[in-house]
T-cell receptor, first 111, second 115 residues
Framework: RKEVEQDPGPFNVPEGATVAFNCTYS??????FFWYRQDCRKEPKLLMS???SGNEDGRFTAQLNRASQYISLLIRDSKLSDSATYLC????????????FGQGTILTVHP | NAGVTQTPKFRILKIGQSMTLQCTQD?????MYWYRQDPGMGLKLIYY???????DKGEVPNGYNVSRSTTEDFPLRLELAAPSQTSVYFC??????????????FGPGTRLTVL
């Protein structure tokens, strides 16, 4: 089983839609989680960190469910500019080498 | 600040050739990482370093070597290039360990093709 698993999509949604992605992780010792955004042929960039209490940044909301071992990203009022690949990332455990990205979820927002 | 810079941007190698991918950061970050990303896949950690003189293996280290003689530089060496090493290579850095919610900053990547 992969340490971090994502539904690769693609998700195709119209502008203004609400879309949610989930990411499951297998290592219960994982301590910190992030969502990164990657545009086509570009480097990943941090979208937001995912805290136990959840966090919100404008149209984006991230949640962590440690009991069920998943993190989620909710995007409200989708914009064309939200089209990208969203990567979840988990870190921690017993070694600093345990840094694991999911394979990414492709989102396309269309007019 | 330039952030994380990588050279070259593109490279084509023949099987068996060697090369060094350069990575430099000017943020005085202690932690540096090398990832590879195959088409349609996430990033896999090759090697990482928690400070000058200290390196360790990640998930997919075979076929690669690294060194960290300074805080700023973290080169990745391919000794005998193989087609399986065709990928996009990203270097990243963070102020401290990501386990403590420290953001990774990525370079623009090196696209490597081995023929």
């Amino acid at each position: 089983r992969k340490e971090v698993e994502q539904d690769p999509g693609p998700f195709n949604v119209p502008e203004g839609a609400t879309v949610a992605f989930n990411c499951t992780y297998s290592n219960s010792a994982s301590q910190s989680f992030f969502w990164y955004r990657q545009d086509c042929r570009k480097e990943p960039k941090l979208l937001m960190s995912v805290y136990s209490s959840g966090n919100e940044d404008g149209r984006f909301t991230a949640q962590l469910n440690r009991a069920s071992q998943y993190i989620s990203l909710l995007i409200r009022d989708s914009k064309l500019s939200d089209s990208a690949t969203y990567l979840c990332f988990g870190a921690g455990g017993t070694s600093y080498g345990k840094l694991t990205f999911g394979q990414g979820t492709i989102l396309t927002v269309h007019p | 600040n330039a952030g994380v810079t990588q050279t070259p941007k593109f490279r084509i190698l023949k099987i068996g050739q060697s090369m060094t991918l350069q990575c430099t950061q000017d943020m005085n970050h202690n932690y540096m990482y090398w990832y590879r990303q195959d088409p349609g896949m996430g990033l896999k950690l090759i090697y990482y370093s928690v400070g000058a003189g200290i390196t360790d293996k990640g998930e997919v280290p075979n076929g690669y070597n690294v060194s960290r003689s300074t805080t700023e530089d973290f080169p990745l060496r391919l000794e005998l290039a193989a087609p399986s090493q065709t990928s996009v290579y990203f270097c990243a850095s963070s102020r401290a360990g990501t386990r403590d919610y420290n953001e990774q900053f990525f370079g623009p990547g090196t696209r490597l093709t081995v023929l």
